[in-house]
């Protein structure tokens, strides 16, 4: 596992008013295998940028909705779900696949064969745009997600 020295926390930059925050954000290298071996946490001021490279919404008992997810780091990714709370935002389509996002809030949950990281609260950071990188599951370095899409080009923003 990776020591948290190693993982690049990038600092919060300061913007002027016509600066777009979407520009200044980039993938966190190794956020994935630090956030599922629980080297890093949002207790220690963590907050992960990655990108949601699949989404997938469940029907879960009582007719609530559950939205599964993929999570990349460019290198690695990663099953999630999303807390309820933050549903609104997944049907809304202000969260899509190909956005980045800053985990503010999350835990990681054992489920069954693997772990998964649930997130309690985010902020969308960068505009859908095509997955980066060519991440491997984590830890079996499997392929994304058969469905996984990606923007269309015209959708998609410049990096």
Request: charged content about 20%; proline content about 12%.
């Amino acid at each position: 596992p990776p020591s948290s020295a190693s993982l690049h926390i990038l600092p919060t930059p300061q913007l002027s008013r016509s600066e777009s925050p979407f520009k200044t954000m980039a993938l966190e290298p190794g956020a994935i295998e630090a956030m599922m071996t629980e080297t890093i946490s949002p207790e220690g001021g963590h907050r992960p940028v990655v990108q949601l490279a699949y989404l997938k919404t469940v029907e879960a008992p009582n007719n609530n909705k559950r939205h599964k997810v993929a999570l990349s780091d460019g290198g690695r990714w990663c099953y999630g779900m999303a807390a309820t709370q933050l549903n609104q935002l997944l049907e809304t389509g202000e969260i899509s696949v190909g956005c980045l996002i800053r985990i503010d809030r999350f835990q990681v949950n054992d489920m069954g064969p693997r772990k998964i990281v649930i997130i309690l609260d985010l902020k969308v950071v960068g505009t859908a745009r095509p997955i980066q990188g060519s991440p491997v599951g984590y830890p079996d370095g499997g392929p994304l997600p058969a469905d996984s899409s990606v923007p269309p080009p015209a959708a998609a923003a410049a990096p």
